[in-house]
């Protein structure tokens, strides 16, 4: 087996990118009451207290066993007590929220990255490593606002349902990953859902510092 170098540039965005998104989640909760996950070790930036066996690696291997189009993956949720945040409610839309922006954000400053990046040095690694980070938290950011348990959509989604639906919709968890799979290995499917949507994202945040580059649409 072959290994692309690209890989080696991925690897770190990927993980920092994940890292920072599981650390926003806990670090909303904690401003708005809860600190589970200080108390628990989970502010953190180490990869390895983020480690999560399904989202990881199990999710990842089988998209990469079905040569899926994307491998999509997450970290071990942090943990959250919706009962200790001061608004239970309006709290778990922002802890849910949180990750998907700290996503956002990292992909604007890493497109300021690429910008500052001399045009002729673009293809190097810096410029390549910078343009992953935008791609890869675009992509993160997306993914995860899917409305499918267990990603962070699926909490947002569920302030704004009547209780039967919300008590449907966490039950559905395990199905979900299933889901999740499927959708991804249909390229179709997963291009109509994140590819168009991650690309025009890429190509957003890049047009914020005036560089005309990015997957195309």
Request: hydrophobic share 55%.
């Amino acid at each position: 087996m072959t290994f692309d170098p690209i890989f080696f540039l991925l690897l770190p965005v990927v993980v920092l990118s994940v890292v920072v998104h599981e650390c926003a989640h806990g670090l909303v909760a904690l401003w708005n009451g809860d600190p589970t996950a200080r108390e628990r070790g989970r502010l953190t930036l180490h990869p390895l207290a983020h480690l999560d066996p399904v989202g990881s690696l199990l999710v990842p291997g089988l998209l990469f066993v079905l040569h899926a189009p994307f491998l999509i993956g997450w970290a071990k949720p942090v943990p959250i007590d919706r009962a200790r945040l001061r608004d239970p409610l309006n709290g778990t839309v922002r802890v849910a929220l949180a990750g998907p922006a700290s996503n956002l954000l990292l992909a604007i400053l890493f497109a300021g990255l690429v910008a500052v990046v001399p045009e002729r040095g673009r293809f190097g690694v810096l410029g390549e490593m910078a343009l992953a980070g935008v791609v890869v938290n675009c992509a993160l950011a997306l993914f995860n606002l899917l409305p499918i348990p267990p990603l962070d959509g699926s909490w947002a989604l569920m302030r704004f349902l009547p209780l039967r639906h919300t008590i449907a919709l966490h039950h559905f968890r395990l199905i979900g990953l299933a889901l999740i799979v499927a959708l991804f290995s249909a390229p179709a499917i997963s291009h109509a859902v994140l590819g168009r949507p991650i690309a025009y994202a890429v190509r957003t945040c890049l047009g914020l510092f005036g560089v005309q580059h990015g997957p195309p649409l």
